[in-house]
């Protein structure tokens, strides 16, 4: 750990902890309440209320303290830990690079990623090309250097919510991941991306084709096909990339080498779950002790709240208030050339019964991931372009055998041309 990062923990974990005391408080105060009344319902208030009165009280002075207290300890012993850092040369590894520290700092950047941007910035990493357990520069010898078999077709892999590029490996054991497997079967050369995953989808977006541009740029040989592949979160961040907008010196020339987009698992109409937390926040922000029992869920990323419905561009979401749990999409349309595909799980072993379309893979419903067509409102994606993977939750899809087919057979050489935007909303 940095001590720079080390500081950052400490005032992280105050505000936390802070937020954390909140939260029990306005609990204990709904409990209370309630027990209140019932005791105001049988004696009457000339009993009960001076005794409430004085139990608020100490309640919101012993609260308050302890809050406080905590969020004092922490920032303490994180300066304090900095201090030591410091003194001793800050020689230490970086937490983005140990290898078990990064799964909890992955967790936590999708929760408050966004406030972590602005009070905690050295935990809030930037996109970025990871490769051995590093950040790789963007130049033409760091790239060169990072991969010596550097081929003209590039997969560009994007991770999930509270995830980072590592999620990639998970559950496979020593069977070949999905990016391993395509580089080995299709020549697809795995660029795999880390990013802050509480911040909005349409600034990961932006940021994506920004180091697209570079990355296309200074790749070791000249680049003539690219994919993008997202999982979860990281399917509606490839969907924002492509309507990102260019660049005030001119126009993105990578769009033009992307071949096809695969999303597995993404939310394009929204988590139920996000759905929700949202619901949560609106029915118990009624009162005092409401909003507390929900300040941590209120305080959640706006990368969280962008999974409600599945935001991908500003317009989805600016000048709405962030409580607003309607849903304000544009739905932009998809580029044409390009061949869009979606796989989707199911937990169980049908594709057509209840539990497949009503839970999906425990966190996205089919609906959702084949982004179903709307009133007036196509899908992104053909049908012939979706596939169903039975008998798989969520997380299970990144080490799926059966998801690894569906990529070969989508990313194969032999699969058919793009069609246009005409042809994709005369199909669906």
């Not at 963007?138 to 590039?154: C, M, N, S, V």
């Not at 500003?314 to 044409?336: L, N």
Request: with cysteine; proline share 5%.
């Amino acid at each position: 750990m940095k001590a720079a990062e080390a500081r950052d923990v400490g005032r992280a974990a105050g505000t936390t902890l802070r937020q954390a005391t909140r939260t029990v408080r306005g609990v204990h105060g709904m409990v209370s309440d309630a027990a209140y009344a019932a005791v105001t319902a049988a004696l009457g208030p000339g009993v009960t209320q001076p005794i409430k009165t004085a139990n608020d009280l100490v309640t919101a002075v012993a609260y308050g303290a302890t809050g406080m207290g905590l969020d004092a300890a922490s920032r303490i012993a994180g300066f304090a830990t900095s201090l030591k850092l410091a003194h001793t040369g800050d020689r230490g590894p970086s937490v983005h690079d140990g290898r078990g520290a990064h799964r909890a700092l992955a967790a936590s950047v999708g929760l408050r990623g966004d406030a972590f941007a602005v009070s905690a910035p050295s935990l809030a990493p930037e996109m970025q090309v990871r490769a051995g357990q590093q950040r790789i520069e963007l130049t033409r010898e760091g790239l060169a250097h990072a991969y010596p078999d550097a081929g003209p077709d590039i997969a560009v892999y994007l991770h999930g919510l509270c995830q980072s590029e590592r999620s990639w490996s998970l559950g496979a054991g020593d069977s070949p991941t999905h990016p391993e497997r395509l580089a080995a079967d299709l020549g697809l050369s795995p660029v795999l991306i880390r990013y802050n995953t509480g911040l909005r989808v349409s600034h990961n977006g932006a940021h994506l084709a920004d180091l697209l541009d570079v990355l296309i740029e200074a790749w070791p040989v000249q680049v003539r096909r690219l994919v993008l592949v997202g999982f979860s979160m990281g399917g509606l961040v490839v969907h924002s990339a492509l309507v990102a907008p260019a660049p005030a010196n001119g126009e993105r020339t990578w769009t033009n080498l992307v071949s096809d987009t695969v999303t597995i698992g993404t939310p394009h109409h929204g988590s139920p779950l996000a759905r929700g937390a949202q619901l949560a926040v609106e029915r118990l922000s009624r009162d005092a002790n409401g909003r507390r029992a929900v300040d941590l869920v209120r305080q959640r990323s706006a990368g969280i709240k962008d999974l409600t419905h599945g935001n991908v561009t500003d317009a989805d979401w600016f000048g709405h208030d962030p409580d607003d749990g309607g849903d304000h999409r544009t739905h932009p349309a998809v580029p044409d050339g390009i061949r869009h595909h979606a796989i989707v799980g199911v937990i169980s072993g049908h594709v057509d019964g209840a539990v497949a379309r009503r839970v999906g893979d425990l966190l996205v419903p089919p609906r959702s991931a084949t982004h179903a067509a709307l009133d007036a409102i196509p899908s992104r994606f053909l049908r012939e372009r979706t596939a169903v993977v039975t008998g798989v939750h969520h997380l299970g899809m990144l080490s799926s055998s059966g998801v690894q087919d569906h990529l070969h057979r989508f990313l194969s050489p032999t699969a058919q041309p793009a069609l246009t935007r005409a042809a994709r909303t005369g199909t669906n």
